[in-house]
């Protein structure tokens, strides 16, 4: 049996009321047990009807948990009596009355886009709920815009539709009419009538006391369709399916698939902020912002917009020899926000796509210079920058890089600074960075063969989070100058605000020659990618048709109009919202309390860099002894986090937090507590 509707309508003062009282009415008759529930009213008596007519007791703070005087929109009048309207509260009285009775029936206020606060419209109480709704529609002139636009936001917003509900609220209306709006309305929008109230002229001299008499009810009830209201819409038979299809067909990457299938399967339903909703109704704190993606929460408004808008205008055309509106416009956007110096936007779709482009373009430039022998790349141990075939050939990570070596191209490789097991012994500062003189010591010898040095500037990723040391990627820049070899800065995962400054590379104010972006470009909408690069390098490449110096690159889906009007949504907020600004204090608090992780017995190292964090485990904290891979223990420790209601997902021995940058410090503070308590527990 269903077990909640939400009733709500294509205007105020249109029948809900009426309606909620017919609903419960009918299933008391049938012996259901019905509760009610009027999150918020403002002004009226409707909560004392509805009370009244389905008898039940409950204190108001459940039925009714903000009730406000003046019959204003909720915005308002909640504003006028300086109390804020909480999602989670009236989340709390739901669940509750929820569990009392076979049915509850919740009455809105107003229309769907009725504003909660300056944030929130009643459509999200109803998502927050998670509950069908039925909409009232007043018979009435102007019934037909009202329901289809109304039904139009429904869909818009995902809402389940259980039908419309007809109330005939005026007494005048022409009969044909009043026979056509329903049947066109649910023929336009698809939507089953589920009844049609008539005209009840004792309301209107009376008023809606009479709706508790019971008498009253005998005429409308027989008029409410009830099968889709008690329809059983079995969910678990659902989960089993998807469950078991998930396991038999969908191939997971970076996953063991026979631990996998070992497991009850995990799949997500819905997102909203930093949360994460199961099939089954569990919410989950996204800790990872899905794989370093999310910055403003899932369900942006101003970004599910801009998708829709642009989806009413084209969803895809071509790069390849024309353009597209959002595409130029997200370069200009670009332009004014990466480092000076590079101007020219090659766009395609993922991260590893953006660095083979970055790749081909430093090798192709070189031969157009005629230094044909600057053809190989110089790359950090450690380094992660994806897992197409050119991309793990300037990879530096042993375990995913060695199976494919035959396949690979090779390039030099040093190795990069990772002070907490510094390979020269030496701490910083008083090393004075002496990693380095390794890869000046290369590039002397064989800077005449490199045409490119790719790194992952102030923060290497995949590898565990290993930040470096203040200075480094700044003396990187003057050698890849001073010996003549192009840079390329991978900001795949580093760009967008995730260090605390919109791009790593602004810490030490580097400008590379190339620059990779991806992942969080679209704030975790789309997949899109761009390789950034100066006029000099573009230059190389102009030339006659004939000459053959054309860039032969391009990707269908290269950018992408519903891609990048995400992404220009993205960078929209980053202004409006002063993203970079309010992250200051979240960095700080989280530094603050990343300091007590030190005191667990197997935390070894916790490195930070803004938004960007690494805990990194350890058999044996004095000498700093490595788990065996064969223990598992970042997995095992996410598991246990992971039943505690917060995604994450390890880097080998290293438990990675980047929850999107839109986090509050309480969801912060319930992140890290889950974290401690989840290591603590597997320690
Ligand atoms: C630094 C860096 N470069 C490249 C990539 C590859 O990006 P994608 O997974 O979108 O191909 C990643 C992915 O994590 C990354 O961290």
């Known amino acids: 049996m269903r077990r909640a509707v939400f009733i709500t309508g294509t205007d105020t003062e249109i029948g809900k009321t009426v309606v909620s009282a017919a609903i419960i009415h009918t ?29 039940i007791n409950e204190p108001p703070s459940l039925i009714n948990p903000y009730s406000f005087s003046k019959p204003f929109s909720p915005h308002l009048a909640s504003k006028l009596e300086k109390r804020k309207i909480d999602l989670e509260k009236i989340y709390r009285s739901y669940l509750t009355l929820k569990e009392k009775y076979q049915v509850l029936v919740v009455e809105g206020a107003g229309g769907l886009l009725v504003p909660i606060s300056k944030d929130l419209f009643m459509v999200d109480l109803i998502k927050r709920l998670n509950i069908g709704i039925i909409i009232v529609v007043g018979l009435r002139v102007g019934a037909i815009n009202h329901s289809l636009l109304t039904i139009e936001i429904a869909k818009k917003y995902g809402l389940e539709i259980i039908g419309l509900i007809f109330n005939q609220n005026q007494q005048e209306i022409s009969p044909i009419s009043k026979e056509d709006s329903p049947l066109i309305i649910s023929k336009l929008s698809q939507t089953k009538i589920l009844g049609m109230i008539p005209y009840l002229e004792v309301l209107e001299k009376k008023g809606n006391q009479e709706l508790t008499k019971r008498e009253f009810f005998k005429e409308i009830t027989k008029k409410i369709n009830l099968k889709y209201i008690l329809e059983d819409k079995l969910p678990a038979k659902r989960n089993k399916i998807l469950k078991d299809r998930d396991r038999s067909l969908v ?16 799949i997500i339903e819905e997102g909203k902020g930093c949360f994460l909703k199961d099939i089954e109704g569990n919410w989950y704190l996204d800790g990872i912002s899905s794989l370093w993606v999310n910055l403003h929460g899932h369900q942006k408004r101003e970004i599910d917009e801009a998708l829709i808008s642009q989806v009413n205008k084209i969803s895809h055309s071509t790069l390849l020899g024309l353009g597209n ?4 416009e997200l370069a200009g956007k670009l332009l004014e926000i990466t480092p000076q110096g590079l101007s020219k936007f090659f766009y395609s779709d993922n991260g590893s796509t953006a660095v083979e482009i970055a790749l081909k373009i430093a090798f192709q430039y070189w031969q157009h210079k005629k230094e044909v022998k600057k053809n190989k790349f110089l790359t950090f141990y ?15 990570i042993d375990l995913f890089y060695k199976t494919f070596a035959p396949l690979l191209f090779s390039s030099f490789r040093v190795k990069a600074p990772y002070c907490y097991r510094c390979h020269l012994n030496l701490t910083y500062p008083d090393c004075q960075i002496s990693c380095l003189q390794e890869l000046e010591d290369l590039l ?3 800077h005449q063969e ?18 470096q040391p203040e200075g480094f990627l700044k003396r990187v820049r003057e050698l890849t100058k001073k010996y003549q070899v192009l840079m390329i800065a991978d900001e795949v995962a580093t760009g967008f605000g995730r260090t605390g400054k919109m791009f790593a590379c602004q810490w030490e104010r580097v400008v590379p020659d190339i620059m990779c972006l991806a992942k969080s470009i679209t704030a975790g909408y789309l997949p899109l990618a761009v390789t950034i690069t100066t006029e000099e390098v573009y230059h190389a490449f102009l030339g006659e048709y004939e000459e053959k110096k054309t860039f032969f690159h391009g990707h269908t889906y290269t950018g992408n109009p519903l891609a990048c009007a995400c992404g220009l949504a993205n960078l929209e907020i980053f202004e409006k919202e002063k993203i970079l600004i309010k992250l200051e204090n979240k960095i700080k608090f989280l530094n603050q309390e990343l300091k007590y992780f030190l005191n667990l017995e197997h935390v070894g190292e916790v490195r930070q860099k803004g938004f960007m964090v690494g805990i990194e485990l350890v058999k044996n904290k004095e000498l700093k002894i490595p788990y065996h891979f064969e223990e598992k223990i970042g997995l095992k420790v996410t598991q246990a986090i992971r039943k505690k209601r917060v995604i994450l997902r390890p880097l080998g021995e ?11 410090k309480d969801e912060l503070k319930f992140l890290l507590e889950v974290t401690y308590d989840g290591i603590k527990e597997v320690e």
Do not use: R
Request: glycine share 10%; aromatic share 4%.
């Open 251 to 266: 191939w997971h990457p970076f996953t063991q698939m026979k631990d996998y299938q070992e497991l009850e399967p995990l």
């Open 654 to 664: 290293t438990i990675v937090l980047m929850p999107p940058l839109s986090i509050s």
């Open 27 to 55: 299933l008391q008759e049938k012996n259901i047990s019905c509760g009610v529930m009027k999150p918020i009213q403002c002004g009226g008596d409707d909560i004392q009807i509805l009370k009244e007519v389905s008898q």
């Open 325 to 328: 509106v959002p595409s130029v």
């Open 450 to 467: 490199i045409s490119a040095l790719i790194l992952e500037p102030i923060v290497q990723g995949a590898a565990g989070m290993i930040i």
């Open 382 to 396: 450690n380094a992660y920058h994806g897992d197409t075939i050119g991309s793990v050939s300037v990879g530096g």
């Open 444 to 446: 002397v010898k064989h």
